[in-house]
């Protein structure tokens, strides 16, 4: 496999990077490069039926983008929306297997520029044994969830805060009917959580000891992985699951509340069950990294997650969970369990109703209650983020966090 790994990184990886070097925003190729693309594409597929010879497992994926390249425009990546067989039929590895990818997906927050852009990985999952507690108490009724180590990656993949990979990051006019797996690279996590979020964190709130910060490698990717397999279980749940209701979860406004949901349904859990391994690590890890370092992403007023990060912190400062205190906050652990359960059943009432505008309507009405957002070319774009705009406006403001850690090869552990 070392063999394996090496040639993608040596023959694969480059050209993919200089390929999506060559891609504007919107897709197109500028005519001064369209030659130079042509002639790496070519190299990229010689590389590629190389890959099969040396890595059977990858022929239907090479199959598939084959099949897309032989079929769509070069020079506009748009028309791979056309003609994607990469969408139908990429698997996730089993547990304890290796899996690659190559395809154009738009990468979630990555670094910019941010669109749908060509993009290779490797990957290997490792589901840790310490989840095996959870899937007793907390039995998956399909356990999409892959936790994984990523072993190599092209630029948007390796680069940024990326650390998942959903079939509806892939470029495609597939509709889909249900989500088939949930990709996660979870030896990204401990960088970026000790060195953005925790950070972050420690310059806006006190008197709280932090546990996660005494980690192991190992054990920050098993706790990583025990609140990847809990929040996706908690996306199965309730009134609309996500894998049945995937259209009206893809609405911004159901889907902002969907994530703050399963996320805070987690930590009721946490504080419940003392069979959850890691719990109170993953406490911080959520409340941490969801409010602390989603809403200082480089393009937070668009940023979906960074949304759900304001959401959070304005619904627990106004309902008294979090206090100021000159220019830092404290959290008070009692009353933040009670808002969190409080905000869950709010957002399960809405999802009680069988009318899906209603749903829509109702958790509008929700989010707007807390943060302000527009609608601009097709785009949600947060104008006002209320409580939270203190922090960005104060002393230690926006350009003193940390926003975006760039990745390099040998900052994976595996």
Known sequence: MENIIRFIDSDIIPLVNIIRSFQEISGEIKHENRTKTRQYFEKLIISLNVLVTLYPECKSVVKSFNDDFNNFNLFNFNSFFFTSNIASNYLTPLNNEYSFFIGVVKSQNSLPPRGNFLECFMTYREEPLSNNILYSEYPHPQNICSSSKLIAGSKGILSGNCVVFFPENIFSNINLEKQEYALFFFNKFKKIYKEISIPNTQKIIINWDIDSLYLSDKEFYDARCAWGYLHDYFHHQGPKPFNTNIKLKMNWFVGLLEEVKCDCQV??????????????????????????????????????????????????????????????????????????????????????????????????????????????????????????KILLDSKVNVENYITNYNFSKENLHY
Not at 319 to 334: D, F, L, M
Request: proline fraction near 2%; glycine fraction near 4%; charge should be positive.
């Open 267 to 388: 930590i009721i859990e946490c504080f419940r069950n003392k069979c959850i391994p890691y719990r109170n690590e993953i406490i911080e890890f959520i409340i941490f990294d969801r409010m602390f370092r989603y809403p200082f992403q480089e393009d937070n007023i668009v940023n979906f997650d960074s949304g759900t990060g304001f959401f959070l912190f304005n619904f627990l400062i106004e309902n008294g969970a979090i206090t100021k205190t000159g220019s830092v906050y404290e959290i008070n652990k009692p009353k933040l369990i009670q808002n969190i359960v409080k905000l869950v059943e709010k957002i399960l009432n809405i999802e009680k109703n069988e009318d899906e505008n209603i749903i829509k309507k109702q958790s509008k009405s929700l989010v707007c209650k807390y943060i302000d957002v527009k609608e601009e070319n097709n785009k949600k774009i947060i104008t006002n983020v209320k409580n939270f």
